[in-house]
């Protein structure tokens, strides 16, 4: 059997992409910083490719200052401009400024909940979902989970956190394990 009979599908069309998935995919992640940039990721991704998203993301990095929190909160629309202009990032203005306004609802949730991990995690008790999926076409885009996790960040301000990009963030951060049986990451 070839790696690519046993390796999830979507990871083999691009080397980035086979190292995304053997590296980080699924992999459990609990530290706010990491996951502020899952969740700009996954809504910049919105329509596009992963490939894309992963291609741009040292540019994302550096446009949005590392992810530091308290810096991004600072900042608003009118920076969107020279995002645009300097940086290898999406070019969607509303993308962009969203990164913003996630800042300051994700402070608002570290403040609410001890740590952007706490407020994203409750939704699965902690722990990831282990699926048991045995070919591509049965993973799910979102899920009753993803749903409350996307109502419950578009009623503290978040933007760009639909039930799907929820779903993609859970799969990316490793709160559902999504490797198909057989994938040797698996774990």
Known sequence: MSDHDTT???AMNHPLEREYHDQEWGVPVYDDTVL???ITLEGAQAG???????????GYRVAFEGYDLQVLAQYDEARVPYIIEHFD?????????????????AIALQQEYGSLSNALWQFVDGRPIVNHWHSM??????TEISKAMS??????????????ICYAFMQAVGMVNDHLEGCPQRT
Do not use: D, M
Request: hydrophobic share 45%; charged share 30%; aromatic share 14%.
């Open 36 to 38: 502020f940039e899952f």
């Open 8 to 10: 999830c599908a979507w």
């Open 151 to 164: 109502q419950f960040l578009k009623k503290r301000g978040f933007k760009f956190v639909g039930e799907t």
């Open 137 to 142: 076409g049965e993973v799910p885009a979102a």
């Open 89 to 105: 990032v999406v070019k969607h203005k509303g993308k962009i400024a969203s990164v913003y306004s996630n800042a300051r609802a």
């Open 48 to 58: 596009l490719s992963w490939i894309t998203i992963l291609k741009k993301r040292e």
